[in-house]
């Protein structure tokens, strides 16, 4: 089983703050995702990397792949309160047709 | 993507009990999936669910305790059999995106065992 791990557990900022959230393994994926989800939700998707050192923008976040494709982060501009919830990589097991989630990054964001 | 109904929301239940969990599709697909979240975790695949089939268990789950139907291509149910406070977790089922990867999931089941 590849394990992705996420990294900071928790993470409380204020309002307008930059963060950075990591997600790594010692193994290589072929692709990955992130998902935020928030409370009484289930986790939505925001973005797919494939390419080694792709990077990936979508409002104020942006996503990279590492060069070697073990890792990847993400990256909040101007953190806002919408921003709050519980941030999820994962990818797909090879061979296969599950999903493996990383250990999750939980933000709150404070007005 | 497809679009996921799930219900209930959530519950309170008497331990010894059972709940059933739905998930809707709004459009036909080959294989669901069912995950648990503990509270404060990160997701944990259950089982998955193939139309005509008996549903794929990981290790850690077995069918006695979450029996799983699959009766058409657009409908499954979950179901946690003789609850104890430990299943108290959020339920959720998915499937997998066309086109981009990635799952589409449903709202999610929370479920609470006193």
């Known amino acids: 089983t590849q394990l992705l791990e996420q990294s900071p557990q928790f993470l409380s900022i204020q309002e307008g703050e930059n963060l950075t959230v990591y997600c790594n393994s010692s193994?290589?994926?072929?692709?990955l995702q992130w998902y935020r989800q928030e409370p009484g939700e289930g986790p939505v998707l925001l973005v797919t990397?494939?390419?080694?050192?792709e990077v990936k923008k979508l409002k104020r976040l942006t996503f990279q792949f590492g060069d070697a494709r073990k890792d990847s982060s993400l990256h909040i501009t101007a953190a806002q309160p919408g921003d709050t919830g519980l941030y999820l990589c994962?990818?797909?097991?090879?061979?296969?047709?599950?999903?493996?989630f990383g250990t999750g990054t939980r933000l709150k964001v404070l007005a | 993507s497809a679009v996921i109904s799930q219900k209930p929301s959530r519950d309170i239940c008497q331990r010894g009990t059972s709940l059933t969990i739905q998930c809707q599709v709004d459009?036909?697909?080959?294989?669901m999936f069912w995950y648990r979240q503990q509270p404060g975790q990160s997701l944990t695949l259950i089982a998955t669910a193939n139309q005509g089939s008996e549903a794929t268990y990981e290790s850690g789950f077995v069918i006695d305790k979450f029996p799983i139907s699959r009766p058409n291509l657009t409908f499954s149910t979950l179901t946690v059999s003789n609850m104890s406070p430990e299943d108290s977790s959020i339920y959720l089922c998915?499937?997998?995106?066309?086109?981009?990867?990635?799952?589409?999931f449903g709202s999610g089941t929370r479920l609470t065992v006193v």
């Open positions: 990397v494939v390419t080694g050192g």
């Open positions: 994962a990818h797909r097991t090879s061979g296969t047709y599950k999903y493996i």
């Open positions: 459009s036909q697909v080959t294989m």
């Open positions: 998915s499937v997998e995106r066309t086109g981009d990867g990635g799952y589409t």
């Open positions: 193994s290589v994926f072929s692709s």
